[in-house]
């Protein structure tokens, strides 16, 4: 599985931890997700998934006019997205701690094919 697959398979939780730092628009969430060295989401992946969070109630967005452009949505995290995260955190610690489990095992012999 590459990097960027995983990444896409984690997009909710990471969006969710950007936006618990503080509110941003999408490619202020793009860009804090590169700027950790993840590689860059593209729009068509993390307005999708911007739109499902915001869809389960866990991000709400505001239309905020920017200071030499046009508005743009910026989203930030509410009370169930927060507790979401947490709820993610913790399921993410115990993915963790059996990846690091079956990595500290031994191999062991497999008979030949």
Known sequence: MTLSAWQRASLPMLILK???????????ISQALVSVGLQ????????????????EGTIVAQWEQGGSGP?????????????Q????GTQWEMF?????????????DRPAS
């Open 18 to 28: 950007v936006l618990a730092v503080a509110p941003r628009h999408g490619y202020g």
């Open 40 to 55: 860059p989401i593209k729009g068509a992946q993390l307005y999708p998934a911007l739109v499902r969070l915001e869809d």
């Open 71 to 83: 508005a743009r949505k910026v989203y930030e995290l509410t009370p169930a997205g927060r507790q």
């Open 85 to 88: 995260l947490e709820d993610l």
């Open 96 to 108: 963790m701690h059996a990846v690091e489990t079956l990595s500290s095992e031994p191999a062991t």
